[in-house]
């Protein structure tokens, strides 16, 4: 099978598109390879992907029309597609609302303009989030649940990104399948996510922020256990005119003050602690209902959160050299 993965150099875009390349399949992938955050670790993880024979990379950007419609010319024998591409960050989005839209809206729509055109196409799996949940007050988080309150221009992005897919799949025929990623971690991160950034300044002997909120809690969900649901999912398409979605979580709630533990034992210093007011845009706990998906495909979560914060911490070590 050959496979376009969007926002491969990122940090899910790399482990599924490696894992893919593991199982024998083709896999093209684009980046922007932005500076949202470091770009020096994107072109590390892309480094990793060239070792690969049946790898091959396209710098360019899937919010252009232009760009997608060569791409699909250039490779017109795609038969899958993982679409993974976005601008991240909920409080980001606070300070920079347009590029979530180009990103997130206008690089939905130009990716699937051009998926129409691929005449070998049989599934395109997409990264939604648990942000569309909002300000859903009932938990865990069910893909049943009305979405139609936002805390974030990402979580509207991504809920808008959903609607897109929809409507292809229904115009156009188009087999889609949305995966509300939950709180992803692991090695390879991305810096900008609290345990990664605390993990910074614990080992830098810097104060971590953690924010006020007595049921301050996240579902926490390795990278390992996300790869996996796509690979199952991305061979069971829907049928033609068909879009689901399906959440993906590690289906237990994490208190961030367990992480702090778990960052302070794996990285052996303590952490300096200053509390402050939970910016309006954050959730103050997620949890994922994993049913849907565990009747669907049998998938679910394999690995811990002590098993999957200690393979961080050992790679983030040998990474920075501490």
């Known amino acids: 099978m050959k496979v376009l993965v969007t926002g ?87 300070v920079d609302p347009y590029s979530y839209v180009t990103s997130n809206v206008m690089g939905q729509v130009a990716l699937l303009e051009a998926c129409r055109h691929l005449k070998k196409l049989t599934h395109v799996v997409y990264a939604s989030s648990s942000s569309v949940y909002g300000r859903n007050q009932s938990v865990p988080f069910q893909e049943t649940d009305r979405v139609e309150h936002p805390s974030s221009v990402y979580a509207a992005t991504k809920r808008a990104a959903e609607l897109t897919s929809e409507s292809y799949a229904y115009l156009y025929g188009i087999p889609q399948t949305g995966l509300r990623f939950f709180t992803v971690y692991g090695p390879w991160g991305r810096p900008d996510m609290a345990y990664y950034g605390f993990a910074k300044a614990i080992s830098e002997g810097r104060p971590v922020t953690l924010y006020e909120g007595k049921n301050l809690s996240r579902d926490f969900t390795y990278v390992d256990d996300i790869v996996r649901g796509v690979q199952k999912v991305l061979v069971k398409p829907p049928e033609a005119g068909l879009s689901r979605v399906f959440n993906l979580g590690g289906d237990k709630p994490e208190r961030v003050t367990r992480m702090i533990e778990l960052l302070e034992q794996d990285l052996g210093k303590k952490a300096v602690v200053e509390r402050r007011p939970r910016p309006v845009a954050d959730m103050e706990s997620t949890w994922a209902s994993l049913e849907k998906v565990k009747e669907f495909c049998g998938w679910q979560p394999e690995v811990s959160f002590e098993e999957g914060m200690k393979e961080f911490c050992l790679w983030f070590r040998k990474f920075h050299g501490i």
């Open 8 to 94: 491969v150099a990122g940090f899910i875009g790399f482990h599924v598109a490696e894992a893919l390349l593991k199982q024998g399949m083709d896999v093209v992938g684009v980046d922007t390879l932005n500076a949202y955050y470091d770009p020096s670790l994107k072109r590390a993880r892309l480094e990793q992907l060239e070792l690969h024979p049946k790898f091959s990379f396209l710098k360019t950007d899937v919010s252009s029309p232009e760009a997608m419609r060569t791409l699909v010319e250039r490779h017109s024998d795609l038969e899958a597609v993982v679409h993974l591409a976005a601008q991240a960050g909920v409080r980001h989005s606070m």
